[in-house]
Structures are given as structure tokens and as C-alpha cells.
Nanobody
Framework: QAQLVESGGGLVQPGDSLRLSCAAS??????????MGWFRQAPGKEREFVAA????????NYADFVKGRFTISRDNDKNTVYLQMNRLKREDTAVYYC?????????????????WGQGTQVTVSS
């Protein structure tokens, strides 16, 4: 049974950094066969794409609002994908979800992702 478990969220101040982790298990074709993505959902808003990384970790894709601040990476030996978030802003407050895409296309559409975690809360507030 596939499972994605996010961790690392919390309450931070504007300008701080956080690193989110997502540990995967039970994926049908093995973790390294999936592109991985991060999405987020702020209160009262639709869930939106944040970043994605190819199965090799070489190719990445970012939403414009996080370019230069967030970095997605993965460790296939640990079956884990990370999201390093720097220079956090209040508007980054959201529940962050990781997801697995078997098509390895570093897609931005939620419909391309087959597996989802439960999310981890990130709150940026002074």
C-alpha cells in the first residue's frame, strides 16, 4: 500500500527557513520511478503547484512565486523528497502536500499525480 508522509512543517517568522520532507513507501514501481511534486493549499484557496522533481533529481520545475526561494530535491536511497524553503513570507502559509507522478513528467497539474500525502502545516507569522 502506497504511503507518502510529510514532515517538517511548523510555525516560523517571515524570513525564516524550513525544510519539508516526504517519505515514500509502497509505491508500485518503486520510489525512483516516480517524479515527485509539492503542492500547497492556503485557507480558503485552491490547492496549487509549488515544485516538482524528476525521478533522477536532475530536472526540476517551480511555480513562479517560489523561484529563487524554494528548492526541491530527492534522495532515492532514502525514498524521500525534500522542499527547502528560504525567505518565507506570510503568504506561504498553507498545508503542504507531496505527491507522486508515475509519468515522470515533472507535471504541474494535480491530475497527473496518483499518490498524495496527508499534508504538513506551514505557518509564517510574526
Amino acid at each position: 500500500q502506497a504511503q507518502l508522509v510529510e514532515s517538517g512543517g511548523g510555525l516560523v517568522q517571515p524570513g525564516d527557513s524550513l525544510r519539508l520532507s516526504c517519505a515514500a513507501s509502497g509505491l508500485a514501481f518503486g520510489f525512483s520511478s516516480y517524479a515527485m511534486g509539492w503542492f500547497r493549499q492556503a485557507p480558503g484557496k485552491e490547492r496549487e503547484f509549488v515544485a516538482a522533481v524528476s525521478w533522477t533529481g536532475v530536472s526540476t520545475n517551480y511555480a513562479d512565486f517560489v523561484k529563487g526561494r524554494f528548492t526541491i530535491s530527492r534522495d532515492n536511497d532514502k525514498n524521500t523528497v525534500y522542499l527547502q524553503m528560504n525567505r518565507l513570507k506570510r503568504e506561504d502559509t498553507a498545508v503542504y502536500y507531496c505527491a507522486a507522478d508515475p509519468d515522470q513528467s515533472i507535471a504541474t497539474r494535480q491530475m497527473d499525480y496518483d499518490y498524495w500525502g496527508q499534508g504538513t502545516q506551514v505557518t509564517v507569522s510574526s
